[in-house]
Nanobody
Framework: QVQLVESGGGLVQAGGSLRLSCAAS????????MGWFRQAPGKEREFVAA????????AYADSVKGRFTISRDNARNTVWLQMNSLKPEDTAVYYC???????????????WGQGTQVTVSS
């Protein structure tokens, strides 16, 4: 089992940057695909980025490609989401999640953090 705790959210102006962190407990972090999802008010939770166990393969939603970067350090049980050139439409609660399989589908993620709020002002 994995417990996930996100941090690093906040209020930023459009064009600014934030770095989200997700700290995982448990010895099996290095066996999970890690993903970031987000949920804006009144909208469904949507995929943002994912990274495989080795870190060698990443995937991004089209809306964040070229602006966001996902990375992980298995020795530190941590995954990050570097967000640059933020836009007001990036405003959402951002969730870290872990999956046994290699997947970008929300339904296949087994463990979730509590979320961290990101607000981008125009």
């Amino acid at each position: 089992q994995v417990q996930l705790v996100e941090s690093g959210g906040g209020l930023v102006q459009a064009g600014g940057s934030l770095r989200l962190s997700c700290a995982a407990s448990g010895r099996t972090f290095s066996t999970y695909t890690m993903g970031w999802f987000r949920q804006a008010p009144g909208k469904e939770r949507e995929f943002v980025a994912a990274i495989v166990v080795s870190g060698g393969i990443t995937a991004y939603a089209d809306s964040v490609k070229g602006r966001f970067t996902i990375s992980r350090d298995n020795a530190r049980n941590t995954v990050w989401l570097q967000m640059n050139s933020l836009k007001p439409e990036d405003t959402a609660v951002y969730y870290c999640a872990a999956a046994i399989s290699v997947t970008v589908s929300r339904r296949n993620y087994d463990y979730w953090g509590q979320g961290t709020q990101v607000t981008v002002s125009s």
